[in-house]
């Protein structure tokens, strides 16, 4: 209401004005100056009226409501599930051999139906390895790997279990992923082959290098066995006698096939060299006829006696390349030097010998 009296005000101030200057303002029926100073005046009343405070109880404008900014609330994170402890996982792995095939097999406190994953692998020749899974039952795991062709030597085996493997137990997400390995020098058995008379065939050894250990000649004729490779070539002369033979001989350049030349019944196993007897460095080996063994250290020296029958007599060792420490037809008692690469031997021998090995 204030607003409008003040405005009331200003126009008869400005009208009361105009009228005293001109003497009129017909539009307005302002007729003359006395009509316009009395609209002045008025004006200038109305002014001062609006511009006085009001006494409590008068009626006031009502103020305009600010509307203040709502509050914005900071987000609550909502609370999380506390994490569900995992069970702890046993899981054992062991290795049974058995002729041609390895067994893996193990304990768990898996439930049954938990799938456990597994790998053997070749350690000497990573061109022979097998895996898969296998599931628990009762508590217990098994699988089975195929060793047939595999050559000796080591094999490292690997069993794990993984709660989010596919196809995997609902029971056995509950329990935290474990895993284990386990070793062993594979054997596998030697082959062999017999006969009567004169032969030629085709073998398969159970790596390279390997043992021949060879049985014949009892009737004390002309006896020979000799090796050609893949190709054909000759490789090497294993026997040559006209006497009853039985000895260990040992093949370093990949013999395939064997031609025999016999009257009456041979026997010829073919093992691993891993086979052959150990003697630790320093040591003592003795024996009668061919002979392999392997030695475990870093040779020096060798005393060597043999040969009393004073036939041929002969002493390899083979390191990083093959060293012929006595070669000789008559009896034998020396000592010699021997490179520290040196861990596989090689006796040719009719009669006994004696190796005592620094």
């Known amino acids: 209401m204030g607003g409008f009296v003040t405005l009331l005000g200003l126009s008869g101030l400005v009208l009361g004005i105009i009228g005293l200057v001109k003497g009129s303002v017909p539009r307005v029926r302002i007729a003359n100056r006395r009509v316009a ?6 004006g200038l009343v109305l002014i001062g009226v609006s511009a006085s405070p009001q006494k409590p109880g008068e009626a006031q404008d009502e103020p305009v409501p600010v509307e203040e900014p709502e509050e914005v609330e900071e987000p609550v ?23 041609k095939v390895l067994i893996v097999e193990g304990d768990t406190n898996l439930p049954d139906g938990s799938l456990i994953a597994w790998e053997a692998e070749h350690l ?3 061109n022979f390895w097998q895996d898969g899974d296998t599931a628990v039952q009762d508590g217990n795991w098994e699988a089975t790997v195929n060793v047939a062709d ?17 196809g995997q137990a609902d029971d056995a997400e509950q329990h935290e992923d474990a895993d284990v390995r386990e070793g062993i020098v594979y054997m596998p058995p030697p082959s062999v082959y017999e ?39 000759r490789t090497e002369l294993f026997v040559n006698t006209t006497e009853p033979y039985e000895g260990i001989t ?17 026997h010829i196993e ?49 390191g990083q390349r093959r060293h012929l420490l006595v070669n000789t037809t ?9 490179p520290d690469d040196v861990a596989l031997w090689k006796i040719t021998a009719v009669g006994e010998w004696n190796i005592h090995i620094e």
Do not use: C, K
């Not at 100073?37 to 008025?42: D, F, N, Q, T």
């Not at 061919?290 to 060597?304: K, M, Q, R």
């Not at 008559?330 to 030097?337: A, L, S, T």
């Open 37 to 42: 100073a009395i609209v002045l005046v008025v």
């Open 77 to 99: 994170e909502a609370e999380q599930p506390a994490e569900e402890e995992l069970l702890e996982t046993e899981l054992t792995v062991a290795l049974q051999e058995e002729e």
């Open 124 to 126: 000497q020749n990573p």
């Open 150 to 166: 595999w050559p000796a030597g080591e094999i490292e085996v690997w069993a794990g279990f993984d709660p989010g493997q596919p």
């Open 195 to 233: 006969g009567s008379g004169s032969d030629y065939f085709a073998i398969e050894p159970p790596g390279d290098p390997f043992m021949l250990s060879i049985q014949g000649n009892t009737a004390s004729r002309h006896f020979a066995i000799t090796g050609y490779d893949a190709d054909g070539a």
């Open 250 to 266: 040992l093949d370093m350049e990949e013999t395939r096939q064997l031609e025999i030349d016999a009257h009456g019944e041979w």
């Open 270 to 318: 073919l093992h691993s060299i891993l086979d052959a007897e150990t003697v630790s460095v320093p040591g003592e080996v003795e024996g009668a006829g061919d002979y392999v063994f392997i030695t475990e250290g870093e040779p020096s020296a060798a005393d060597i006696v043999g040969n009393r029958q004073e036939r041929h007599f002969a002493v390899h060792g083979y």
């Open 330 to 338: 008559e009896e034998y008692d020396g000592r010699v030097r021997v």
